[in-house]
Nanobody, 126 residues
């Protein structure tokens, strides 16, 4: 499975941006897609995830209420709408996917995902 992420860029503090990630193959109902990010000098961290069936969306506490993950199953695409952006959101954002077998309790774990995109840079400037 290839993942193509897009939508990163430079935005001012308080602004909004939407990331997209398209998978080259379909995601099964028990699969999931997610976003992780890695800031300079920091470890990669979980941002948001969505299981392909049911209303199982998960968010990191740092983005809850500001970011929204959504999906278009027909397009095998997941989106990350980011509002009220802060300088701390500056990072490379990575899309991740697992076509099958992601249980809800694993959604925040990077090890649950078998496929990763190339990353897209988000820079939030004041």
């Amino acid at each position: 499975v290839q993942l193509q992420a897009s939508g990163g860029g430079l935005v001012q503090t308080g602004g909004s941006l939407r990331l997209s990630c398209a998978a080259s193959e379909g995601i099964a109902s028990n699969g999931a897609m997610a976003w992780f990010r890695q800031a300079p000098g920091k470890e990669r961290e979980f941002v948001a995830a969505s299981r392909w069936s049911g209303s199982y969306d998960r968010y990191a506490d740092s983005v809850k209420g500001r970011f929204t993950i959504s999906k278009d199953k027909a397009k095998n695409t997941v989106y990350l709408q980011m509002n009220s952006l802060e300088s701390e959101d500056t990072a490379v954002y990575y899309c991740a996917a697992s076509r099958y077998g992601v249980i809800v309790s694993q959604l925040r774990e990077s090890g649950a995902y078998h496929h990763w995109g190339q990353g897209t840079q988000l820079t939030v400037s004041s």
